[in-house]
């Protein structure tokens, strides 16, 4: 019996994680194709996927795949990053968003040994940059306008 039980969560997260893989490459699908103001949001999407994907790999021991996941969370920030500073909108949200994801990629690294830390301090530290670049473009605006 507790053979079955094992079996069938063991095949629940393996859908779930195939699911969510899914969903992932979906929204890069529509990213593609979407307007200049819907791709920060998309983005930020795709980056809290794979946050939840790198968070459910480094704790199976997928240290690989959960590094690549990483780097999609920054590549994605960053894309959000742009397409926002581009078309002037949701620069406050983006930022906030980077900011939270920053956040649970440290809660992330602390449960992961040294050797394995790096990776995620340099990701976090590249989300630290996309959010200075954020809040100086909004505040830089907010200068502007006072003149």
Not at 25 to 44: N, T
Not at 71 to 92: F, G, M, N, P
């Amino acid at each position: 019996m507790r053979r079955l039980a094992f079996t069938v969560l063991l095949l629940a997260l393996a859908s779930a994680y195939g699911a969510a893989k899914d969903e992932t490459a979906e929204l890069k699908a529509r990213l593609e194709s979407a307007r200049p103001e819907e791709r920060p949001e998309l983005c930020i999407r795709i980056a809290r996927q794979q946050l939840r994907n790198a968070d459910k790999l480094y704790s199976e021991g997928k240290f690989d795949q959960a590094r690549d996941a990483v780097d999609d969370i920054v590549t994605y920030s960053e894309k959000a990053r742009d397409a926002a500073t581009q078309t002037k909108k949701h620069l406050k949200n983006v930022e906030i968003d980077v900011r939270k994801i920053a956040e649970k990629l440290r809660d992330i690294k602390r449960t992961l040994v040294f050797e394995d830390q790096p990776p995620v301090e340099q990701a976090i530290r590249r989300l630290e940059d996309i959010r200075t670049t954020l809040l100086k473009e909004m505040f830089a605006k907010e200068k502007k306008e006072k003149k």
